[in-house]
């Protein structure tokens, strides 16, 4: 006799539970942490563990550690992610294998990364890059390659892992005072789609070994498999005239939203000669087009006997410059000299006042002026008594950050070597201080990439570290 289908259902179940029962399971054994090690990591990081004991642990080697590295990965330093790949047994198992395999070396001094509690968060310091001297300026060539500068000369790309020496740089670079190579910026053309990375510098003069001034270059970016430079260098502003000091060069690069690039040039330490002139171009933040040529809407441009790339003036060492993500604004902050660092937002054509109006003082502790406004020139949006040492400024915007630090402000102190959260109200006023990562080194550039990323490069300790949202 034929049944319908679905009466055949019970009696099939039945039997196979019947059969089920009279079985014993056999569990699946996890496999070893030696046979995952081979399987997900030997290819990159040598048999049997032995890279781990010849390397710097960047972002920490304590269990923990490890474990975390393995699930969360880090694409700049190469690292994927396994946290959907292996189970948290099998991340047990790898970390203790990696830990043991390394702890069996005489080499391997465990570290961990540092931690730092704020009011309300708490942040993680990954070091992404160590073994620098001077580490001075950053930029992104996208979201997971970073570009790095040291002032002694040298320009890093590191991707993936990999710190790359970018050759291709310029020849005339003097390395003395506070000059050398300075800052980096990477811009892609949006009508031919090429790729261009600009560097200041303090540049010599051509036929004056005692005179420098501070310069702009630009070169195509080239980036192969095996070779990333700089094609034929184009140079596009000299902040003339050159001088015979060594210290006050500026300088910070930044694309505005409107196209234009910004361009921030200290003053040589010559206050009483070029920030109050129009006619000479050091103690200024200039604006021109990316190929270097002067926008004809400048406030200057058809103003005689003043420099036509001029956008503001009166500033005395300006080394901080992002642009508002929100607003387009062009934020600075410029070292004062006892006492008087400032943070401005830069208006079309105004004067900023330096040294006509100050907060600060000669370093002999003598006065400069006792004026500290007067008609006609800028108040800063924020100033520090004591001066801080103010260097790299950058806002906290998207990201892992919580609402509660978005559009707060990071700037760095190179005298006091810690880092500064300076939070903002809605008509932009300062209404909270915190210092970070006390004692970590001079700070001399923060840079923030479109996924909201903040990394610090620290002088001195010739690290840069990668900041961390971690829950309260």
């Known amino acids: 006799m034929r049944y319908p289908a679905i ?161 291709g740089l310029p020849s005339d670079i003097i390395v003395q005072g506070q000059g050398g190579l300075l800052d980096v910026a990477f811009w892609t053309d949006p009508a031919t789609d ?17 005179l420098s001034a501070t310069g702009l270059v630009r070169g195509t970016w080239q980036e192969t498999d095996d070779i990333v430079q700089l094609g034929t260098l184009e140079t596009l502003f000299i902040a003339t005239p050159y001088e015979k000091t060594h210290h006050h060069f500026g300088s910070r690069i930044a694309f505005g939203q409107d196209g234009m690039l910004y361009l921030t040039c200290g003053e040589r330490g010559k206050r009483d000669i070029h920030p109050q002139t129009l006619s000479t171009r050091p103690g200024k933040v200039h604006r021109l087009h990316p190929d270097g040529s002067i926008p004809g809407d400048n406030p200057f441009a058809k103003q005689q006997n003043a420099e036509a790339s001029i956008w503001t003036w009166g500033h005395r060492n300006p080394q901080g410059l992002f642009v508002h993500p929100e607003t387009g604004d062009i934020w600075t902050h410029e070292h004062g000299p006892k006492g008087g660092d400032e943070i401005n937002v830069l208006k079309r054509g105004s004067n900023y006042g330096w040294p006509t109006i100050t907060y600060g003082r000669n370093y002999s502790g003598t006065i400069i002026t006792r004026d500290t406004a007067k008609a006609g020139l800028e108040q800063p949006l924020y100033y520090w008594l004591p001066s801080i040492g103010a260097c790299g400024l950058d806002i906290i915007h998207g990201g892992a950050w919580p609402s509660t630090w978005q559009g707060d402000l990071l700037a760095g102190s190179l005298s006091f070597e810690y880092l500064e959260r300076l939070s903002l109200n809605a008509a932009s006023e300062v209404v909270h201080r915190e210092r970070l990562l006390e004692d970590i080194g001079r700070v001399r550039d923060i840079a923030r990439n479109q996924s909201g990323d903040i990394f610090v490069a620290i002088e001195g300790a010739g690290v840069v570290y990668q900041l961390v949202p971690l829950k309260p």
């Open 7 to 167: 009466l055949l259902i019970p009696a099939f179940v039945i039997g196979i539970s019947i059969y089920s029962s009279t079985q014993t399971e056999t569990p699946v054994a996890e496999p070893s942490g030696e046979a995952l090690y081979t399987q997900w990591c030997q290819d990159c990081h040598g048999i049997e563990g032995r890279d781990f004991t010849q390397r710097s642990w960047k972002l920490g080697s304590r269990e923990e550690d490890i474990a975390r590295v393995i699930r969360e990965g880090h694409e700049l330093l190469g690292m994927p992610a396994y946290g959907e790949t292996l189970n948290a047994v099998e991340v047990e198992s790898l970390t203790q294998f990696v830990l043991e395999k390394a702890s069996n070396e005489k080499r391997f001094f465990p570290a961990g990364p540092r931690f730092e509690s704020t009011s309300d968060l708490e942040i993680r310091a990954d070091i992404v890059v160590d073994g620098l001297e001077t580490p001075w300026g950053m930029d992104f060539t996208d979201d997971d390659a970073l570009l790095i500068t040291e002032r002694e000369g040298r320009l890093w790309h590191l991707k993936a892992g990999k710190l790359s020496a970018v050759s």
């Open 194 to 210: 090429s790729s261009w990375v600009y560097l200041t510098y303090s540049r010599l003069h051509p036929t004056d070994k005692n």
